[in-house]
Structures are given as structure tokens and as C-alpha cells.
């Protein structure tokens, strides 16, 4: 991290010849409640500790510049006449931001911003989220928007609607903005408050392994699965799937295909698990929560289908090891990571053992993580 932070700050004094302003925005593991949040449902994410370091100042050139560090790709640019740059580019989460605040009537002039981060792209670790939040969080400060951090999240989200083409839900951008340190948020995606949960596992431990694979159309399939959603509640003549039961969705068994039934039924049945897996790690059962994180699994892969092969691969490592009583796909899914709750004493061997597994199968390295559940979007002091 504090090579992060040096990095970033000597390469933006060494462009623009002044002291910076310093953000740091995390990115986020979910452990349990995926493709709940835009149903209104509940999530369960972290912000950890990698992300993304931005570093910021006013200019008076007439002209804002964007440098992204690690892939010494920067932009100049006009804040009037903003429109998204070709699908994928990285900038469209800087434009994105700016548009929002300027919908909004929020003034900002130009400015400079750098930035560097350590998440690894395509992981499911909302590398995105933390980008967005970092230059929403940035230009807050530096132009005195006066924002709320719920504001703030609402413009991150909205930037990636509009500019990026993913019709995300709320739980990156929120997680990112307001983790807190050794915590896990159960957010109600519909208040949009979250009950923090200290997490401590005592003799088990959360760790990520990523694919390091992310298959293409995971966007489109994420807007599909979003589409479908929508419908259902439609016909059910509800606000969102969230206020759904089982017995409800059998009722208009007929008017949807078994894909599309199946699809709702895991919605139902993972916002479920997200608040059963709060009431478990309340009272420590270890044994309950597992089950639950191997159930969502589950339902991603066979009900909701947005999981892949490699991932499925990694979890059915961990059922074949006795020391891990979880493991699921995190995030949007067709790629990045799987969480992990393993028993501390035998976590190097696991983690030794599926990266041999997983690179004979596919004759490519995953990579295995350890994170830390951190604070927030802030300022670097
Ligand atoms: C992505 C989205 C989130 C959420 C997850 C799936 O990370 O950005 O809003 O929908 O997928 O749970």
C-alpha cells in the first residue's frame, strides 16, 4: 500500500508540479448474497485492503488530464461535450462520474488526477466501484460539492449504468464507500443501511482465489440476468423480487420459462441465505455458514447460471478437503474469485494443493489471496 501511495504521489508531482490531494478507495469480497442487491435484496460484502490510490489537484490550464498508472494510459479532456469513449476503455469511470455530477448541477472546473491500483482486474473484487467512488470521493473534496457518501455512491453507480453499460446494483459502490475495518456490512439493498458485523473466525479464515480468468459477454449476461429479474417482478405486480416468496413465484409457474422460474427461484432463495448466514456467524456456527456459501454456489452455477468452469472447478476442490466448510464464485460471476472459509492451520496446504490441481487442469496459475477487511473511501493523511 505505501508503495502505492508513493508511486502515485511522485507521479503526479513530477506531471503537474504541485502537492496532491490523496484518496484511497478499497475494493470488496462478498460472502454470501450475489445478484441480490439490484432485487432489492440483502448482500453481505467487506471493503479490504487493496484498491485503488488516486491523487488529485485543480487546474488552470483549460484542460483536465486522467493518467492511469498501470497501464501509462492517460487522457486529456473537456469537461463540456463529455460523451463515453469506445466500450471497455478505463476513462469511461472518470467521464461517467463527471456527467452524474453534472446531471446533478454539481459545478466542477478542471483538473489533473492520477491513479494506481493493486486490485487485480477481473477478479470480482470491484476494481470498478473503488475507481468510481475514488473520483467522486476526489472531486467532492476538491471542488466543495458538499455530497453525502450516499450521494456519492449513487453517482459511482449511475456513472457505471450510463457510461460503462453494466446495470449494476448498489453493493460495490456501497461497500466500498463505507466498509469498516474487521467488519462485514449485512446491507438491505432496498434502505440502502447496512448492520456492521465484526468478523472473526477465530480458528477459520476467508481467503480468495482467483481464476485469473473473465469470460467476454459477462456484461451483457449480468444486464440478461437483471432483465429477467425485472420481468418476474413484473408479472408478480411487485417492486422487486426481494418482496417475493416461493409460494408466490410457483403461482406464475406457467407464464415463465423453467430457465427464467429457476433464475427468480435463486434470487429468493440466496436473499434468504444472506440473512440466515448473518444469524449463523451471530452465534459462530461455522458448520451452518459454510453450508450456506456452498448452497449460493450452487444456485450461481445450476439456477442462475452465471458461474464457469474454472470456478467450478475451484469449488469442487474445496468439498474434497475436509478443512473447508465453504467456498463459492464472488461477484457478478463468468470469472475472478472464489471466497474461501478455511481452517487456519491447513490454509497453505489448500492453498498449495488446488493451485497444483487447478494448474494441471488448465494448464494456467490461479492466484490465492488474503485480504484484510478495511475502512472506506478516504483521504490519505
Ligand atoms: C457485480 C455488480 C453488483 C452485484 C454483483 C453480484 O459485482 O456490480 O452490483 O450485482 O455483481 O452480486
Known amino acids: 500500500m505505501n508503495n502505492l501511495i508513493s508511486s502515485v504521489k511522485s507521479t503526479f508531482i513530477n506531471t503537474f508540479k504541485t502537492e496532491p490531494l490523496l484518496i484511497f478507495s478499497p475494493g470488496r469480497i462478498n460472502i454470501i448474497g450475489e445478484h441480490t442487491d439490484y432485487n432489492d435484496g440483502f448482500v453481505f460484502p467487506a471493503a479490504v485492503n487493496k484498491g485503488i490510490v488516486a491523487a488529485f489537484q485543480k487546474s488552470d490550464s483549460g484542460i483536465s488530464t ?25 476513462e469511461n469511470y472518470v467521464f461517467g462520474v463527471i456527467a452524474e455530477l453534472q446531471n446533478r448541477s454539481h459545478k466542477i472546473g478542471n483538473f489533473n488526477v492520477v491513479f494506481k491500483g493493486d486490485i487485480p482486474a477481473g477478479s470480482g473484487m470491484s476494481s470498478s466501484a473503488a475507481l468510481e467512488n475514488s473520483i467522486v470521493y476526489g472531486l467532492n473534496e476538491l471542488f466543495s460539492l458538499g455530497l453525502s457518501k450516499h450521494d456519492m455512491i449513487h453517482i459511482s453507480q449511475k456513472a457505471e449504468h450510463n457510461y460503462v453499460g453494466v446495470n449494476c446494483g448498489i453493493m460495490d459502490q456501497y461497500a466500498s464507500m463505507f466498509g469498516i475495518e474487521n467488519n462485514a456490512l449485512l446491507l438491505d439493498c432496498r434502505t440502502v443501511a447496512s448492520k456492521p458485523y465484526e ?15 473473465k469470460h467476454s459477454l459477462s456484461d451483457s ?17 411487485i417492486k422487486a423480487l426481494r418482496d417475493a416468496t ?9 407464464q415463465v420459462t423453467p430457465e427464467n422460474y429457476q433464475k427468480a427461484l435463486f434470487v429468493i432463495q440466496e436473499n434468504d441465505r444472506a440473512i440466515k448466514a448473518s444469524k449463523a456467524i451471530e452465534k459462530g456456527d461455522l458448520v451452518t455458514l459454510g453450508n450456506l456459501i456452498y448452497g449460493s454456489h450452487n444456485g450461481l452455477q445450476h439456477q442462475y447460471k452465471v458461474s464457469c468452469e474454472e470456478l467450478d472447478f475451484l469449488v469442487e476442490q474445496a468439498k474434497l478437503n475436509k478443512d473447508v466448510l465453504g467456498a463459492r464464485m464472488m461477484g457478478g460471476g463468468f470469472g475472478g474469485c ?44
Open 66 to 90: 486522467a493518467y492511469a498508472l498501470d497501464m501509462d494510459s492517460s487522457i486529456e479532456f473537456s469537461l463540456e461535450h463529455l460523451k463515453p469513449s469506445k466500450q471497455g476503455n478505463w
Open 199 to 213: 468478523i472473526d473466525f477465530k480458528d477459520h479464515q476467508l481467503i480468495l482465489i482467483n481464476t485469473n480468468v
Open 221 to 237: 449476461a449480468y444486464n440478461d440476468r437483471r432483465s429477467v429479474c425485472e420481468h418476474i417482478s413484473g408479472l408478480l405486480g
Open 246 to 254: 416461493e409460494a408466490d413465484l410457483e403461482k406464475i409457474k406457467n
Open 338 to 381: 472464489t471466497i474461501n472459509l478455511v481452517a487456519k492451520n491447513t490454509i497453505e496446504d489448500f492453498a498449495k494443493s488446488t493451485s497444483k490441481a487447478y494448474k494441471e487442469r488448465f494448464n494456467k496459475a490461479c492466484s490465492v489471496y488474503f485480504v484484510e477487511l478495511s475502512n472506506g473511501t478516504h483521504i490519505i493523511k
